[in-house]
């Protein structure tokens, strides 16, 4: 029987709010330096001390329940409708919490010594602790609008932090200058990139609004263990055909923001960001913020059709088909690439893949528990190993100045603590024991052979021996063989190339123990279990009567399967035999073997042109648009409403000539007319002005005369 401890209610909101008041600091002290540093970094190491303090009950094999005090579990929130807002504290929420605080705290003390110096500072504090909290208000929220909301808030900030310097120096830009895949530019400033991230998450996010709106007028609620504990709603959209595409429309969210395919193109260039951006955004937190909705909206849909999951079965297929194929896509293109926070761009990419495809296969195998497990286990790796590399990358790029892999060469004697950290997690990334990517990895290919899904089994072993070839592709190129020439102009410049400053190395250099520790324990301590327990309690808390559910089953234990693990294990040998031959060892040219023509050429240029999806894009969606725009401008703009505006200007000048004309020439013509008749009486009259006292006699008695005569007429009196 698990044991379940009450845990204080604030401590999870503690957990959210700390993140955010953080942010709200940042402005205030703008101009205070160090503190400024001290408090974006102290904020959210309080916050993952919350977060521990909550996950440490769970270490032991207990639940947590959640006491109310200060603010209540659940509060409030649109109360016309009857919406609170409350958060989540089983195992499963609170192991994925955990990763996410602690990796953003090493990853914010990082960003002391890589941002220092930097223009933009404030800014970057702000994003990053506003980031923070978003991610942690998706991870946290116990329903689909407050969880809406963060998932905003995280878009906001990833567009920011994509776009830092949005000046847009040339050396800020990702991807090489010049370089084009069917006459499109392939390479991008920071604010295009941010745009391009920003626009095509949009894009899922419509799809996944839509999709909770259509589940909130069926259910009446956004909340899950409302959803959970009530399936009239999910026979409703089942009647009315609308139980997969709604499903989809949740999803088609995960596909944006977890970057997976078709909306997949955004994240290869969002490396325009800085380095801590890019393991904060596109490796520890909000590239896995698509597996959290899955992995919350999964079960729901699966067990609330218990009597009969297999009308949710096309949903379950189309996640995890999406994730295998998207996994071997974008590994397939990081085989070629040069840019190093690229090629791991597109590594990211590709260990989503895989996460989506456990959470895929949790639908379609006997047991719901092995594919959310293994998902939540491939997560936690990930989100370790591959925040080390990046910000080991972010090392390597300053310490050389220039983010190709070609222009590096032979640090490993140099950058001896960045060269062992970045090889552990390349050895774990590729699945090479005993690191934890070694077990995570296996527990996703475990679940699709137990699924009896070969498909999906082969795509994903396939994908690993790719994987383990592009990392030490990395390695050998990076850490042995020759200086390039560009270390030669860097050196002979007076830049001596060496380590970084410990306040850099030492965050990831824990994670690089971590993801061996985690390997180590792995076995001994049935780690995998131990998760499927967390899992199973998550699956507890939405539905408490789970056992009796016709849906739920548990098979026979697996363990390690030696059968999938060969397999896999020997495509990963492959994959790394012959990097090691090519790259390391160097006995053979991948010039020659590559060729300037043929068959391998061309395979070679298909992927360093992204397999000419994003050019497709170009083609289809950005050109089009701005070619109507250029056409509307023209046409409409300048050639209809500005000669209309010019027309009316005209007319306007032609009204006021007339004015004009009408005010010279009658109405101040009329006025001179009068004057000039005024000043010529004036001046006739003034001749009677003479003088003469005689004359004025004679004028007046001719005046009586011509008064009297005619006041006789006018009496009627003959005169005559």
Not at 55 to 80: E, F, K, R
Not at 219 to 234: I, M, P, V, Y
Not at 624 to 643: C, D, K, M, Q, T
Request: charged content about 10%; proline content about 4%; aromatic content about 12%.
């Amino acid at each position: 029987m698990t044991l379940t401890v009450a845990e204080p209610s604030i401590y999870v909101w503690l957990v959210i709010i700390l993140p955010y008041a953080g942010a709200l600091l940042i402005p205030l002290l703008a101009r205070a330096g160090r503190i400024r540093d001290s408090v974006a970094v102290g904020f959210s190491l309080f916050s993952a001390l919350f977060d521990l303090l909550l996950l440490l009950p769970v270490l032991q094999g207990q639940t947590v329940s959640l006491q109310d005090s200060v603010i209540p579990a659940s509060v409030p929130w649109i109360s016309a409708l009857g919406i609170n807002v409350g958060v989540l504290s089983d195992p499963y929420t609170l192991i994925i919490s955990n990763v996410v605080a602690w990796v953003s705290f090493l990853i914010m003390v990082y960003s002391v010594s890589y941002m220092r110096g930097d223009g933009g500072i404030n800014r970057y504090w702000f994003f990053m602790n506003f980031f923070i909290g978003n991610m942690q208000l998706i991870v946290l929220s116990n329903n689909l609008l407050s969880l809406f909301v963060g998932w905003e808030g995280v878009g906001l900030c990833s567009y920011a932090l994509i776009g830092h310097y949005y000046k847009d120096e040339t050396k800020t830009w990702v991807g090489t200058p010049g370089t084009r895949a069917l006459g499109e530019e392939q390479a991008y400033p920071p604010s295009h990139a941010g745009m391009k991230a920003f626009v095509m998450t949009r894009i899922g996010d419509m799809a996944m609004l839509i999709g909770i709106l259509i589940l909130f007028i069926y259910s009446g609620t956004f909340d899950f263990k409302q959803l959970a504990q009530s399936s009239g709603w999910a026979t409703r959209l089942s009647q009315s055909g609308l139980l997969v595409p709604v499903a989809l429309l949740i999803f088609g969210g995960s596909i944006g923001k977890s970057a997976q395919f078709p909306l997949h193109e955004w994240l290869p260039d969002a490396m325009a960001g800085p380095a801590p951006v890019s393991a904060l955004i596109h490796a520890a937190t909000m590239v896995k913020a698509g597996v959290v909705l899955v992995a919350r909206i999964g079960p729901i849909f699966y067990f609330a059709l218990s009597a009969n999951p297999s009308l949710i079965q096309p949903f379950f297929q189309t996640v995890a088909w999406i994730g295998a194929f998207t996994a071997i896509l974008a590994a397939s293109q990081a085989l070629v690439g040069f840019e190093l926070k690229k090629i791991l761009a597109y590594s990211t990419v590709s260990q989503i893949g895989y996460m989506m495809m456990a959470l895929g296969l949790a639908g379609l195998s006997t047991d719901f528990t092995m594919g959310l497990s293994a998902g939540l286990y491939h997560l936690m790796s990930h989100a370790i190993f591959k925040a080390c590399l990046f910000m080991a990358a972010g090392a390597l790029i300053h310490a050389t100045e220039s983010k190709y892999i070609n222009e590096m060469g032979a640090l490993r004697n140099r950058m001896k603590v960045t060269f062992a950290a970045f090889l552990i997690a390349a050895a774990s990334l590729s699945g090479i024991p005993p690191f934890s990517g070694f077990w995570s990895k296996d527990a996703v290919l475990s679940a699709a052979w137990a699924a009896g899904q070969t498909g999906l089994f082969a795509v994903g072993a396939i994908t690993a021996g790719l994987t383990a070839f592009y990392s030490f592709r990395m390695v050998g190129i990076v850490f042995f063989g020759g200086k390039s020439h560009r270390l030669d102009e860097v050196e002979r410049e007076g830049h001596a190339v060496r380590e970084s400053s410990p306040l850099m190395w030492v965050p990831y250099a824990i994670l690089a123990g971590a993801t061996v520790l985690i390997g180590i324990i792995a076995l001994p301590l049935n780690l995998e279990g131990s998760l499927a327990w967390a899992s199973n309690s998550y699956l507890v808390s939405l539905f408490p009567n789970l056992g009796s559910l016709p849906a739920y089953s548990v098979a026979a234990p697996q363990g390690f399967d030696l059968v999938s693990a060969g397999i896999a294990g020997g495509f990963v040998a492959l994959g790394f035999a012959a990097a090691y031959v090519i790259y390391i060892g160097q006995r053979a040219s991948p010039t020659r073997f590559v060729g300037a023509t043929g068959l391998m050429h061309g395979l070679y240029t298909f992927l360093e042109n992204r397999w000419y999806i994003n050019a497709i894009y170009y083609k289809v969606f950005v050109d089009p648009a701005i070619s109507g725009s250029n056409w509307l401008l023209a046409h409409v703009e300048l050639g209809g409403l500005f000669r209309v505006n010019n027309a009316g200007v005209y007319l306007g000048i032609a009204f006021s000539s007339a004015g004009n004309w009408l005010d010279t020439r009658v109405v101040d013509g009329a006025a001179n007319a009068f004057s000039t008749a005024g000043q010529s009486f004036s001046r006739s009259t003034r001749k009677i002005q003479t003088g003469v006292i005689e004359n004025y006699i004679l004028f007046f008695a001719v005046g009586i005369a011509v008064l009297i005569i005619l006041l006789l007429w006018a009496s009627g009196v003959t005169l005559l």
